[in-house]
């Protein structure tokens, strides 16, 4: 459970822990984003940065 490492908000691709699927998601998301396979939380807002719950595989350019 990690805090995107950037200052400036940029789309992360990240994998599930459970599943290992691969998906992007925004780094900092309002609403709360679920694997699209699995249904596990892979971030939570935070009022700022979203709380990343899934390996950041890096930045998606």
């Known amino acids: 459970m990690l805090k ?5 908000p940029v789309f992360l691709k990240v994998k599930c822990i459970d599943c290992e699927n691969e998906q992007v998601l925004y780094s900092h998301s309002s609403m709360e984003v679920e ?27």
Request: hydrophobic fraction near 35%; charged fraction near 25%.
């Open 35 to 61: 694997c699209q396979v699995c249904g596990k939380t892979l971030a939570e807002p935070t009022g700022g940065k979203a709380m990343i719950k899934a390996k950041i595989l890096g930045v998606v350019r």
């Open 4 to 8: 995107s490492e950037s200052e400036s």
